[in-house]
């Protein structure tokens, strides 16, 4: 097992038993997706690409994908960004 490995799962330990959001200590992106209409991503580190078809957000553990039709950025605030329209897919790499 790796260095990084052991880490994480330290964090994870840490965060289970003072019961602290995972998202918080392990640094991971929260996504909330709301049917096919809108997203809510938090702890993003910003834009790649923007397109009415496409969007690419940089978060700490890669990189999230959304394609669909006619997305808009409601929203786009240090840590939060909100995107709708017809969400087609949403991908992790």
């Known amino acids: 097992m ?3 490995d052991v880490r994480k799962k330290m964090r994870r330990t840490m965060a289970d038993l003072l019961e ?3 998202e918080i200590v392990l640094d991971l992106p ?12 938090e702890n993003h580190r910003g834009i790649v690409e ?3 078809e496409s969007v690419r957000v940089i978060v700490p ?6 394609r669909g039709r006619d997305l808009v950025l409601r929203q786009i605030l240090p840590d939060e ?4 329209g017809e969400i087609q897919s ?3 790499t």
């Open 50 to 52: 923007y397109t009415t």
């Open 90 to 92: 949403l991908n992790f």
């Open 2 to 4: 790796a260095w990084r």
């Open 61 to 66: 553990v890669g990189e999230v994908s959304l």
């Open 30 to 41: 929260k996504i909330i997706l709301v049917g096919n209409v809108q997203v809510i991503i």
């Open 81 to 84: 960004l909100c995107i709708e």
């Open 20 to 22: 602290i959001p995972g």
